[in-house]
């Protein structure tokens, strides 16, 4: 049997929804989040926006 990561999220990973009322904050906030960087789960584009994040 093979295993594929594609599309899944590990188990450790955590994930956040961030509201911001401008994109550059959503991203800030995330990045201050995730030290070690994130993956964009999901996108709100209406107000507030939103962004969920999976920290890697």
Do not use: H, R
């Not at 904050?25 to 990045?31: D, I, V």
């Amino acid at each position: 049997m093979t295993y594929t990561n594609q599309g899944k999220l590990s188990n450790t990973s955590q994930t956040y929804i961030i509201n911001c009322a401008f994109w550059d904050a959503c991203y800030a906030k995330a990045e201050k989040l995730c030290s070690n960087g994130y993956s964009l789960v999901d996108k709100s584009a209406s107000l507030p926006y939103s962004l969920e994040v999976s920290c890697k």
